[in-house]
Every structure is written in C-alpha cells, then in structure tokens.
C-alpha cells in the first residue's frame, strides 16, 4: 500500500481545518478535528489533528494543525511526521503572520509543499493579490497549476494549467475563457519552464518549443516536487467545494510516499501525545520500519520498558478505528503506555538505538497558578504536570526560591487554554498572575559576628557560643569551613552550627530572599560541659551569622537572562530600543543568515535582561511586531542590584520593602 502524510499549515481562519475536513469526507469519514471542548469554545483547533482514509491501495494521512503561533509546537510534530504540507492562503489577507512562521518550517524541515489559495468564494478574495503576497513575503519558487474563473464576481471554476482547459463546479471541462487566454499563456510557460527542469529531456523539448503532453507534465511535476524545485499553487472553495477534487488528485499522485529506512522489524517514534476523556493517554506513533499487530510485546528504547500492545487504533478526526495490524509509514494511536515521552523510540528488537528527536521552543511566558478552592489544591498539581507532559513547549514546576506554582508556555492565549482543559477535563478550577521574580541575597565584603546563646531556668539550661567570618564567593553558592582550633567547640557541635546557618540563609536578611554565594567560617566559640547541646548551638550559628551578615553590606541578587530574539529587520530599532529601557545589555546584533533568504530581513538580537523587566515580555513583542518576531531566554547569572534606589523600586513591586540592616 502506498503512504502518503499530509500536513496542512497556515495562519488562523485560512480554512485548514474545513479544508481538512472536506478531504476526510470525500475519504468517506465524517469526522471533525476540533472537538475538544477548548477548541470548540475558541473556534479554532489547539491541538494536532489527525485524520487517515484508504482509497484502493493508496492510504492518505491528513494532520491539521493550529493557526497561531503560540501553538507552533503542533506545526513541528506535524511537518516532522509528514512527507509534504499544504499552504493554506486566505483569498481576502494573503501571507499573514503565521503563514510566514509555517513557511519557514516547511523549509526548515525541507518537506515539498503546495500552496492552496483559499476562500475564493468570499467578496473581497483576491487570487492574483494572495499570490503576489506569496511570492513578495515568502522565499522560495511558485509558479501556478490553476487560475480561478470569476462569472458576475462568482467564483465558477478555474483553468487547469496542465490540462490546459477550464473545468467547473459541476466538474465540466471547456475552452479557457476569452479573457484569460494571455494570463494562461504566460503561466503555463512559467509552469512548463519549471517542470523542464527535473527532465533533462524535457528540458530540450521545452527549449526546442516543442509539444509537452499533460501526462509528461504529470511526470515531471512529481519529480519536481520530490526535488522541492518549487511549490504549485491552487485555487481552492471548500465552502462550495470547488478544487477538492484536483487537491486529492495531486496529494495521492505528485506527493512523495513515505520511505522506510529503518528496515524490516518494527520501529516507531511517538511524535504526539493526547489524553482522550475516554481512551485515557494516548502516544501517537508513525511506524518507521517494519509492521506491528495486534497482541505484540514492544519496547520502549529510551527506557527499557516493555508495552504489549492490546489495541491499535487509526484516527479520524473525532472518530477511531481498531486496526489489526499497521506497517511502516502509518500513523497509529496506542493506549496507556507506561508514562512514555514525546520523542521516544519504540522497537521489537531491544538491541536497538533510540532516535533522534527534534527540539522545540522553550516557553517563554510564566505565571503562576493559585487553586480557586481547598478542594481544587489537591488535584491542582498532579492534574498540571499531566496536562504538562504531553506538550514540549508547555512547563508546570514550584519556584525553589518563590515557592509559587508556576505554568509556562508560549503566549497568554496558550496558557489559557491549557488552564481551561484544566476545568474542563479535571474538574480544577485556578487563577493566573504575574509571578514573583526568585530573588536572592547575598553579602559584598568580608565581616564577622558572634553569638553566644545562654539560657537557665530551673534544671539542665542551653549554652552555646559561635563565632563566624563571612566573605563573600560570587558564583559559588555556598562553602562551610571549620576552623576551630582547641577544642573550643566540640566536634559533635559543629553540624549544628551548619545548621543554624542554613536555615539563616534561608530566611535572608534584606527582605526575606534566601542568601547565596557566601563562605562561612566557623573559627571560635565555647561550650558547657553539662549545658551545651546541638539545639543550643544550632541557634547560636544562626544568630552570628544575622550579625556577621547585616555588617557584610548585604545586597539584592536578581536573576539575568540572555534573550535572543528573531524579528523582521523593520523592527528592529523599536525593539532595541524597548530592551534598553529593560536595563537590557545588547550582546550583538546582525542578519540571521539561516532565517533570511532574499525576502524578508530577518535581524537576531541578542542581550542580557533582568527576569524582572521580562515577565510580560511574549506579550509586549507581539504588539511591537505585530506577532512577526519570536524570542527565546535563558537563565545566565544572578547579579547584584548594586543601588538601594532600583531595590527598594524593585522589591515595592513584589510588595516587599527593602530591610534596613542593623548597624
């Protein structure tokens, strides 16, 4: 059986889903791929769609996936487990923000693409203005397999460029219309132009102004596409159903099959991961090698685990389908497997290696999440970190140093709908704000402190005397050195002066913020025979260290990211700009040469941020840029807030004042 897996991409409202459907249904499944209840609330898809048909010995998988960025994630499993993707254009906007995003990871996975102009049955949709916008905003060749037929501003019908005649929405063919004899022309001598060159002898024919038979062009639009040379472009109306036909056609017979380079024993990749109301967690997996069945024993490679396999199951849309056995090229659905990963390797030799996987986007926007009621608190985090699981670009964790529970993703909008699936398929209910920035304390000279801890009252008393340095020790967290000499503090006494040391640390001395990056050294002190006792020296260790601390000039740490950001070079000067006024540091700045191609200037940025200024960062670029840039952050170093102005300022946003330390 032939494989084919398709993916369609593009911006939101462009019709993907819609196109999707309408080939599921000509597939004969009448299916939806928008079923979850966030979807269905939104519009629009949030999650991958997966969807399959058999026609005669030819098996087309369709993956639909969402429209705005901040599902991105959707669209790199998609092109990863597909061997072409679809274009979807609106006829009314042309390129838009994601289709620019989509396009660049069509080329980056370097997977053949169509290009569907869509919704030409809308007033204002405009084919040659969409394709103009194609051809200004998107690197790459296109040349047109179509040109749409307007009758009284209707969309009739359009004229096949291979066949060379019009063909209609009752499907019947005729001579090209009198008014688009020349566009014809001068197209389908751009098409032949292009088509020539995956032939060699075609290319003498074309160059000899020779007769080119529509099979012959057939023939070299396969290859062509296969080669990637360049990118056909359709004229589609899934409201009517004008071009469905033609689109099914050319992805069963001009896009490439699925090729198996891995063998014949069983080898998967789970590529996606779905947790279903009714068939619990799910891993999709597309079959790489080899074939599976029913009732087989396979293992995990990546964790040695073994899974038998009770069902296997097609998807189509909202519906499944319990297949007996599946083989190399098809995407298959497996239930409650053992806590698997996106991106694990599945085989039925366990000599096997793992598989590569792709990275993705880290989140870059965090919030915290607080339970609406008692009972809300106990499902709150384990229902988080398995909503959590199933996504890349999705993260639930505690701060160590705020202690809030913290969601981050990619974008208000991402985050929303996960805290949504959160009610809806958990019953939880929680609130999202800003969350504390994790700062730190820590000391800028050397000091000493002492404390003795004495206490009687009636019977055995508490007695324990400590004497510290501290200096401080950028970048190294922490160091206890023990130099008493003398016996002055028994050895047994020692870890609890650690101990009161730590649990100092912890509560900081400036505004509550655990301190690092200190050495302290334990080097006097003195001991009762009959008082002393580790609770007694325990206390003492932490009150030195207070002492010893408030007269080492303490000072705010707060958390410094690099941030590298990827924008059209028309923006630019705006986002320097705004990064300055984050107390941003500019690293470097220059064209990306991998993300620019002739077109649009990409510009990467790079610079050093505080965290403080970067919370609502996601949201603030995507108004500077009108959506088009993207950024990624990563924690570099603590950094000391060296004036008591910017730290008071500071700490009033986290409502907190700057504590005074005691002379």
Not at 60 to 73: A, K, M, N, R, W
Not at 156 to 182: C, F, M, T, W
């Amino acid at each position: 059986m032939e494989v084919r897996t398709v993916c369609f991409v593009g911006h939101a409202s462009s019709g993907k889903t819609a196109l999707a459907e309408a080939l599921l249904k000509k597939g004969g499944h009448e299916a939806k791929f928008d079923f979850t209840p966030e979807a269905k609330s939104r519009g629009h898809s949030v999650d991958l769609g997966v969807g399959s048909f058999v026609q005669g010995e030819k098996l087309l998988q369709i993956l639909d996936t969402p429209g705005f960025s901040e599902f991105v994630e959707e669209v790199y499993k998609a092109l990863w487990a597909s061997e072409a993707a679809v274009l979807v254009v609106n006829a009314e906007k042309g390129v838009e923000v994601h289709t620019e995003k989509a396009w660049e990871l069509i080329r980056k996975f370097k997977k053949p693409a169509l290009v569907v102009i869509n919704k030409l049955d809308l007033p204002n949709a405009d084919f040659s203005k969409a394709v103009e916008s194609v051809r200004a905003m998107l690197p790459g060749r296109f040349a047109s397999l179509q040109l749409p037929i307007y009758e009284g501003g209707n969309f009739v019908g359009y004229v096949d460029l291979v066949e060379n005649k019009a063909i209609y929405a009752d499907k019947r063919k005729g001579e090209i219309p009198q008014n688009l004899k020349e566009a014809v022309a001068a197209e389908r001598e751009k098409l032949l132009e292009i088509l020539a060159e995956a032939n060699d002898e075609l290319m003498v024919r074309f160059l000899e102004s020779q007769e080119i038979s529509p099979d012959e062009m057939r023939r070299a639009l396969r290859e062509a596409l296969r080669q990637r040379l360049f990118s056909p472009i359709l004229c589609m109306s899934v409201a009517t159903g004008l071009g469905l036909d033609a689109l099914l056609e050319l992805l069963q017979s001009a896009t490439p099959t699925f090729t198996n380079t891995q063998g014949e024993k069983f080898v998967a990749q789970a590529f996606n991961l779905f947790s279903d109301q009714y068939l619990g967690r799910l891993a999709f997996l597309k079959i790489l090698g080899g074939k599976l069945s029913e009732g087989e024993t396979i293992v995990n490679i990546n964790t040695g685990a073994q899974e038998r396999v009770k069902e296997i199951l097609r998807f189509h849309g909202d519906k499944t389908e319990k297949i007996p056995e599946a083989h190399a090229g098809e995407i298959i659905a497996l239930a409650k497997l053992s806590d698997c990963k996106l991106g694990e390797t599945f085989a039925a030799d366990t000599a096997a290696q793992p598989l590569p996987w792709m990275e993705f986007p880290k989140p870059v926007f965090a919030r915290a999440v607080t339970p609406e009621t008692q009972a809300d608190d106990e499902k709150m985090s384990s229902a988080l970190k398995e909503i959590a699981s199933l996504k890349a670009t999705l993260e639930f964790y505690r701060d160590s140093v705020t202690h809030e529970a913290i969601l981050a993703g990619l974008g208000d909008t991402h985050l929303n709908v996960f805290v949504e699936r959160l009610k809806n398929r958990y019953g939880v209910s929680v609130k999202m704000h800003r969350p504390h920035v994790p700062y730190k304390e820590t000391i800028l000279k050397v000091a000493q402190g002492q404390y003795k801890h004495k206490k009687q009252s009636g019977g055995r008393g508490q007695y324990g005397e400590a004497h510290l340095r501290l200096e401080p020790i950028p970048g190294k967290t922490y160091e206890f050195v023990d130099e008493v000499k003398g016996g002055v503090i028994p050895r047994e006494f020692i870890p609890a002066v650690e101990k009161g040391v730590l649990e100092a640390m912890q509560q900081g001395i400036l505004a509550g913020y655990p301190m690092t990056d200190i050495r302290v050294a334990v080097y006097y002190g003195s001991y009762h025979e009959v008082d002393s006792n580790e609770i007694s020296f325990k206390i003492a260790g932490a009150h030195a260290f207070r002492l010893a601390a408030q007269a080492a000039q303490p000072a705010l740490l707060e958390p410094i990211y690099k941030v590298t950001i990827w924008t059209p070079s028309d923006f630019t000067g705006d986002i320097i700009s705004n990064l300055n006024g984050k107390r941003g540091r500019i690293l470097g700045m220059g064209m990306d040469e991998e993300s620019t191609d002739g077109h649009v200037k990409i510009d990467k940025i790079e610079a050093e941020v505080p965290l403080a200024e970067m919370l609502d960062y996601a949201l603030e670029l995507k108004s500077i840029t009108q959506g088009r840039a993207t950024f990624q952050m990563e924690f570099v170093r603590y950094q000391v807030v060296t004036s008591e102005k910017l730290a008071e300022e500071l700490l009033k946003r986290e409502g907190k004042t700057l504590g005074k330390p005691v002379a």
